[in-house]
């Protein structure tokens, strides 16, 4: 695979391996010295048609980890001036050099239009594009499970069995996605819980239960609690009629947090609404991993990165 | 292709045994020791390398792993490589006396990347090298230890390293 | 000049020549100046298209009035209705006679522009409707086409006064707010895809309000390019109870479907949106039982960079005219559902029934005005940018094999295609300025 483009294109395999590589990215972290030579020369783009500071510093870090010399091409800078095309940019990368790009962008599938063109050969790596995916968010999730779930023993293992329940707005979450898929492809069970108006057309014949009740989905003993970011506009758009009742309905409070095994982890890709879809109880709780999240996405990238630039050849094997 | 054996099960052990003395020797004694074995098979022979040390000396020497993946110059080249994981024993680098384990020296660039990332991890006192085939062709100024059999071949000969624990077997043998 | 078409073989099967002389058909037997050998071929009347987007005035660097009846003629047709969506919009008789005038000049096929409902395409306030079917112009449908007249006082207040002209609304049925942001049909594929959803109610529920409307004033009513399994059975119901209302399908809607967007290739962007299996075997099976009664191209030309982006930033829209008729050949006739009198009365006959275009009633009768269209069925071709003749190559067939080749058009009674090339501008516009005398 010379791209990454969505979670669904990974193998058990492939997904393993990265997850893999991520354990020894992260072993990097714990030394004295953070950097390896491995990307020296080579020119990694963060090419950010939206703007995510937290994504963008964390690709910037595993980037600059590797060595390799990293490029930001922001559209709220004026790198990216507005009105300039995919394609225009695209070919002032290729003629820079990029050895990778690094794209998040507004509109799904953005990426993809990236990697099919010939306006730049170098493999695509999608941060983002609209409602549809965010497969490095995803990679990093399954990364800090299995870490929390077999520590030091968990190169090679999958997610076989383990209970994950995802909580939110669905319908535009890339982030869910992109889970959802990989989560699947690893072995985990997977529930997806939301109002009915914030669940995707077709969502019954996804790799996941759904409850439309959180309670419920709380009674089914989970290992893991994903909460999704809820955006203020949703509310004016009709689909729920106010923050309160969200709060009530979907929202992880003390009530629901004290429900849940003490090594049950709490997850958000962040980021958080504190008060609104997850209490400050439950992200500061002992059960919170959301720190290990961030840790944990520039190990990923890292391994990402290498393995899609250091090769001669087809990256993910 | 025609495939000669050089060394037998036998052979390897013996090898073993003498660089393991030769270790001693010039190192008197076996305290500050560290062995790091290069993945995969140089972690193998530093485990057996570290058992017949612990024999003679009568200590456990520490055994761990330096896999040198990310400091290779030739990943360009080459379709990507899968890294193995770095195990450096409890106790760390600092101060020591670190011998490297691989199974064959050849151009010398896996030991320079070995150099560069035990570089990154501390500052042993000293780096030694052992290797259980020599067979020449060096491409950078670096000269083993400790060799276990000097095997000088042609380029176009192809030298491979088979153990029990990888393979299922132990010899070394040429082909050409 | 005259022309002797020999050994064609009509819509109905039979065999014969066919003589043209002073842009008529001819009694046979007479002399001819030129003789093209038809053995083999199909002999179609002209065909019209009721749906095209010629783009000029305002947006010259997607197609023009020239570029897009060449692209016509290249597909066999003979006459267009040009949407109102141009800059300034087709909501004045002045412009409306411009592109008339200009089609007359060219001369690759009749053009009759499309008039505005309202004003500015805003929604807001009836154009002046009378006044461009009156004009030179002679308007006879009316569309807001990109947009949807959506409400629903003023559609009724349209579907009244374009009757008192004999004309007819062409809908645009898309609910806007069931459709904001919409990229694709709305399901599975665009909520795994990330993609906004254009659900088939936004068409259907438009379309049934239409229909009880025009029943309500009893006017007549179009309904433009049909693409849900819904639809036909909101139009089925909506005939079988008299209402007067047609629709036409496109050719993409008969042959692709939403799997397409699986690439985020711009070029399957269109709207209404490709749909699903089921929908492309109902909009088929409507259009041979007549639930459907004519295809339409929406020949919606764009330049190459409002395609090359990314899906939610591209146009909606895709050049139709010059691959219409083998998309229907292979949806339609070599699938068994439609014989070649079939493609004749949806292609032809019925689109310019309903615009009022005439001359089209009995195409092969001595005196008619002669439109006609020389087909080889027995072609196939792997369709490329070499056999599109408009400006733009937004076509959603690049590269697919498609069945027929249009080897002759003939243009009010000169040919605009002969051996399946397209003739020079210049010969074309003269041989027009011949006949206006
Ligand atoms: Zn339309």
């Known amino acids: 695979m010379r791209h990454l483009l969505s979670t669904a294109d990974l193998t058990r395999e492939q997904a393993v391996r990265i997850l893999d590589v991520a354990e020894d990215m992260a072993d990097v972290a714990t030394r004295e010295v953070k950097k390896l030579p491995t990307l020296r020369g080579r020119t990694v783009v963060n090419l950010f048609f939206e703007d995510s500071t937290r994504t963008r510093i964390s690709f910037e870090a595993a980037a600059k980890r590797l060595s390799a010399d990293v490029i930001n091409f922001s559209a709220k800078g004026s790198s990216v001036s507005k009105g300039e095309s995919l394609k225009d940019t695209a070919q002032t990368l290729a003629a820079i050099g990029a050895d990778g790009v690094v794209i998040r962008h507004s509109a799904s599938g953005a990426p993809a239009v990236l990697a099919a063109n010939a306006w730049i050969d170098a493999p695509v790596v999608n941060a983002g594009d609209g409602t549809h995916e ?12 299995r870490r929390r779930l077999h520590g030091a023993g968990a190169r090679g293992r999958s997610l076989d069995g ?16 992109s889970n959802v898929w990989l989560l699947a492809t690893l072995g985990a069970e997977v529930r997806l819980v939301a109002p009915a108006t914030l669940l995707p057309l077709g969502v019954r014949d996804w790799p996941v239960e759904v409850d439309l ?4 989905a709380l009674t089914t003993n989970p290992d893991v609690v994903m909460m999704l970011r809820i955006q203020g506009e949703r509310m004016r758009d009709a689909f729920f009629p106010s923050a309160r009742e969200y709060a009530r309905e979907y929202g992880l409070d003390e009530e629901r947090l004290g429900r849940l095994r003490a090594d049950t982890m709490v997850m958000h890709p962040g980021p958080m609404n504190r008060g609104l879809e997850i209490s400050a109880a439950a992200a500061d709780s002992a059960r919170s991993v959301v720190l290990d ?15 899609l630039l250091s090769g001669a050849e087809e990256g993910i094997a | 292709m025609t495939a000669r054996t050089v060394l037998q099960n036998a052979d390897i052990t013996r090898a073993l045994t003498r660089i393991a003395h030769e270790i001693l020797e010039a190192n008197r004694g076996a305290s500050d020791l560290v062995l790091l074995g290069i993945p995969t098979r140089g972690v193998h022979l530093a485990r057996r390398l570290g058992a017949v040390l612990a024999r003679l000396d009568d200590a456990p020497v520490p055994v761990g792993a330096l896999d040198v993946t990310m400091y290779r110059d030739d990943l360009s080249r080459n379709p990507t490589r899968a890294p193995h994981p770095t195990e450096i024993p409890d106790g760390g680098i600092d101060g020591r006396t670190v011998v490297l384990v691989d199974d064959v020296l050849y151009s010398g660039r896996t030991i320079r990347a070995a150099l560069d990332a035990l570089s990154d991890l501390g500052r042993p006192r000293v780096v030694r090298l052992a290797v259980l085939v020599d067979r020449g062709h060096r491409e950078l100024p670096i000269r083993a230890d400790f060799v276990g059999k000097n095997l000088p071949s042609a380029s176009s000969e192809r030298i491979f390293v088979r153990l029990d624990e990888t393979d299922g077997s132990d010899e070394v043998t040429i082909e050409s | 000049m005259s022309v002797l078409v020999r050994g064609a073989t009509l819509p109905d099967g039979t065999r014969t020549d066919l003589r043209i002389e002073d842009g008529r058909v001819a009694e046979p037997g007479g002399s001819a100046d030129r003789v093209i050998d038809a053995d083999g071929l199909r002999l179609l009347p002209g065909l019209v298209d009721l749906h095209t987007h010629l783009r000029e005035p305002g947006f010259e660097q997607s197609e023009t009035v020239l570029t897009g009846t060449r692209a016509a003629a290249a597909g066999g047709f003979t006459a267009v209705f040009a949407m109102a969506n141009t800059s300034p919009v087709a909501d004045t008789a002045g412009v409306v006679e411009q592109v008339q005038a200009l089609g007359d000049q060219h001369g690759y096929a009749t053009v009759r522009p499309i008039g505005a409902v309202t004003v500015g395409l805003a929604g807001e306030q009836l154009s002046e409707i009378g006044a461009m079917a009156s004009s030179r112009a002679r308007v006879t449908v009316f569309s807001d086409d990109g947009k949807c007249v959506h409400d ?4 009724r207040r349209a579907l009244e006064y374009v009757s008192t002209f004999d004309g007819v609304i062409a809908q645009h049925a898309q609910e806007p707010r069931l459709t904001e942001g919409a990229q694709m049909n709305d399901g599975p594929l665009a909520a795994r895809l990330g993609l906004g959803g254009w659900p088939a109610v936004a068409e259907e529920s438009i379309i049934a309000r239409d229909v009880l409307l025009a029943e309500h004033v009893g006017a007549r009513l179009h309904i433009c390019h049909v693409s849900t399994a819904g639809s036909v059975e909101v139009l089925r119901w909506a005939k079988s109870r008299g209402i007067d209302v047609t629709a036409e399908v496109t050719p993409h809607h008969l042959l692709l479907t939403e799997q397409l967007a699986e690439s985020y290739d711009a070029r399957y962007k269109v709207n209404p949106p490709l749909r699903r299996d089921e929908d492309v075997l109902a909009l088929r099976e409507a259009l041979a039982d007549g639930t459907i009664d004519i295809v339409a191209t929406d020949h919606a030309p764009h330049p190459v960079e409002a395609k090359e982006a990314p899906w939610d930033e591209a146009a909606f ?3 139709g005219l010059e691959s219409a008729l083998s998309v229907v050949q292979a949806a339609m006739v070599d699938t068994g559902l439609l014989d070649w009198s079939g493609v004749a009365r949806t292609m032809s006959l019925e689109p310019a029934r309903i615009g009022r275009l005439t001359g089209y009633d009995e195409p092969f009768a001595v005196g008619a005005r002669a439109n006609l269209t020389l087909v080889d069925p027995s072609a196939t071709r792997t369709f490329g940018t070499e056999h599109l003749a408009g400006r733009s190559v937004n076509s959603p067939y690049l590269g697919r094999t498609l069945p027929g080749r249009i080897v002759a058009t003939i243009h009010d009674g000169y040919p605009t295609v002969l051996d399946g090339e397209v003739l020079p501008a210049d010969q074309v516009a003269l041989a027009a300025g011949v006949r206006r005398g």
């Open chain 1, 162 to 177: 383990v209970r994950v329940v995802i909580v939110g707005d669905i319908l535009h979450s890339r982030v869910a996605r």
């Open chain 3, 317 to 319: 829209g895709m050049v």
């Open chain 1, 213 to 216: 009740h959180l309670d419920d």
């Open chain 1, 134 to 145: 965010h497969p490095t968010q995803a990679l990093l999730d399954a990364f800090t499970i």
């Open chain 3, 152 to 155: 629903a006082l003023l559609m």
């Open chain 1, 293 to 307: 999240q961030v840790a944990n996405g520039v190990s990923i990238r890292m391994a990402v990165l290498y393995l």
